[in-house]
C-alpha cells in the first residue's frame, strides 16, 4: 500500500514538473511564466471577441475600411490566441479553455458593440492592445529571466504586430 502511494505520488510530481525540463528549461523559472501567459490568453480572449463585436456592428462612411481592418485583426489575434495556449502546453501545463475563466481572469473588459459609434470602436481596440502590450512587455522580462528564448521571441512578435497596429489606429482617430 505504501509503495502504491508513493508510486502514485511520484507519478504526479513527474506528470506536472518534468516537461519543461525536456526542452532544458528549469521549472521553477517557468512557473511565473506559463502564469503570465495564461492571464495574457484569457485577456485576448476578451479582446477577440470584441474585435469581431466591432466588425460585425460596425456602422457609417467608415464601413467598408473598418470592416476589412477589424477583420484583419480579429485573424491575427485567433492565430495568436492557438500559438500562446501550445506554447502553454509545449512548457507542459494546461491553457484556460472555458469563458467563464477567461471572464474571470480577463483585465480587459467585454463592451456592447451594438450602437458604437466607429471612431469609439477604434479607441477601444487601441486600449485593449496598450493593456495586452504592457502585459508583453513584463513577459519578455519573465521569459529572459528564465533563459526562454522560444516564448520571449514569440511574444515579442505578437507585441511589434500590436505596436505597429496602434499607431495605424491612432492615426485614423487622428490621436498622437
Ligand atoms: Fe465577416
Known sequence: ?????????????????????????KESKEKPVVDHLNELLANYHIHYQKVRGCHWNVKGKSFFTLHLKFEELYTAALTTIDELAERILTLG??????????IKKSKINEI?????????????????????????????????????????????????????????????????
Open 1 to 25: 500500500m505504501l509503495i502504491f502511494v508513493v508510486q502514485n505520488i511520484y507519478l504526479h510530481l513527474n506528470k506536472n514538473t518534468m516537461k519543461a525540463e525536456k526542452i532544458s528549461l
Open 112 to 176: 456592447d458593440t451594438i450602437g458604437l459609434k466607429d471612431t469609439a470602436m477604434v479607441k477601444a481596440i487601441i486600449e485593449d492592445m496598450a493593456v495586452l502590450i504592457k502585459m508583453e512587455r513584463d513577459i519578455l522580462e519573465i521569459t529572459a529571466d528564465a533563459g526562454d528564448d522560444g516564448t520571449n521571441d514569440m511574444i515579442n512578435r505578437f507585441m511589434q504586430f500590436k505596436e505597429k497596429n496602434t499607431w495605424m489606429l491612432r492615426s485614423f482617430v487622428n490621436e498622437d
Open 93 to 102: 501545463k494546461s491553457p484556460y479553455s472555458t469563458f467563464a475563466d477567461y
